[in-house]
């Protein structure tokens, strides 16, 4: 089974056109890491869901090549996911503002956020996309690597923003873990790195320096 949908942000999903295909779940090596860290980060309220029921965060690790397995649309108010809560994104298209991914459950709505960092940065395993407001507020107010705020979120504008910090980051074979807040889509800072441990140990500095918890 397979299926086009354009999907739209203000119902809790994103702008770009997903070319699904229903399939198995998979496990990469690195998934039950990957699913230990989406579960600390809920119990930190960095992902979840909002009384209305739509969803904010996810996660999602390198596969092979550009290809990776992130947490499906809808599942931000479970605590703990299966492996049949995950989705293979197979591929990105920023230009065309478009995703080919396949899976018991579709993207997540930042699938095409993730791809540019992939994309981007040939070293990065694992991006993370967490919600918080202090965090937030005082990365911008700190004046913290940022997307431009016009690049609103869902658009092809934020991913190549993305890929361009992104890409700074990881140039010459440099470092391969990052921060950026996301000035255009509230709320929204990204994670990166090269194990899914350096991805999550950024959010988690970033928890301890501007929540006090």
Avoid at 8 to 15: A, D, F, N, Q, S
Avoid at 21 to 32: C, M, Q, S, Y
Wanted: charged share 20%.
């Amino acid at each position: 089974m397979s299926g086009t949908a354009p999907f739209r942000p203000e119902e809790g999903y994103v702008k770009y056109t997903a070319d699904h295909k229903t399939a198995g779940a998979v496990e990469p090596p690195l998934w039950k890491e990957l699913n230990e860290a989406r579960t600390r980060l809920y119990d930190l309220g960095l992902i979840g869901a909002l009384p209305n029921g739509v969803g904010f965060g996810n996660v999602s690790v390198r596969v092979r090549d550009d290809e990776f397995l992130i947490s499906g649309t809808a599942t931000g108010a479970r605590r703990v996911l299966s492996p049949n809560e995950y989705c293979m994104v197979n591929s990105v298209n920023i230009e065309e503002n478009r995703v080919t991914t396949s899976g018991p459950v579709r993207a997540s709505a930042e699938s095409m956020s993730h791809g540019a960092v992939y994309y981007a940065c040939a070293s990065v395993m694992c991006v993370i996309h967490i919600h918080n407001r202090k965090i937030f507020d005082a990365m911008i107010s700190g004046g913290r690597v940022s997307t431009p705020p016009e690049a609103a979120y869902g658009t092809p504008e934020l991913a190549l923003a993305i890929a361009s910090l992104a890409a700074k980051t990881g140039a010459g074979g440099g470092a391969s873990r990052g921060v950026m807040v996301l000035a255009g889509h509230d709320e929204g800072v990204l994670s990166y790195g090269g194990s899914v441990k350096e991805a999550l140990d950024l959010i988690l500095d970033l928890y301890a320096q501007y929540t006090g918890l």
